[in-house]
């Protein structure tokens, strides 16, 4: 059991970092179209530093280090229920995403921008809170879809 849970943790932790990636590739594609105010990375990197120097190599780092805990948790819920196999981690995952995304747009647009030490990350939008809801969408699909594919190939 121990074994299992531990190998089900690992599987979390490397689908949760890459549907990061893949979160942060979304909102940096959406950041250089229409605003550099909707850059996850420096936002959440200069929230901590206090500045824009170094912010985006502590903002990666803190996402990828959340994006393999919530990956984690994600994944041993799914197994939980046993829903680790297409397509019910897909639709899960897009569930989680939602509700993950809920909150932390609520925070973002009324908590974190009215706090943020750099002016230009002080006022969230609308707009701003539904990209941020969209990226944790595509968050829980991504994880949702890679750990139900792994766990269908080996088998599980």
């Known amino acids: 059991m121990l074994i ?35 850059d996850m990375i420096l936002a959440l990197g200069s929230y901590f530093t206090k500045s824009l120097r170094n912010a985006a190599s502590v903002g990666r780092l803190i996402h990828s ?33 939602f509700f993950h995304g809920l909150i932390v747009s609520y925070m973002l647009m009324f908590y974190a921008s009215e706090r943020h030490p750099i002016e230009q990350y002080r006022k969230a939008t609308l707009e701003e809170g539904l990209l941020h809801l969209v990226g944790h969408i595509i968050y829980g699909a991504v994880l949702g879809f890679l750990a139900g594919l792994i766990m269908s190939l080996a088998g599980s």
């Open 4 to 38: 299992e849970t531990i190998g089900i943790s690992a599987l979390g932790a490397a689908c949760g970092v890459i549907a990061a990636h893949c979160m942060t590739g979304f909102m940096r594609v959406v950041s250089t179209k229409f605003s550099k105010r909707v």
């Open 65 to 97: 280090i959340a994006g393999i805990a919530y990956g984690i948790a994600y994944v041993l819920i799914m197994r939980a229920m046993g829903a680790l196999v297409l397509p019910y981690s897909l639709f899960l995952g897009i569930g989680f995403g």
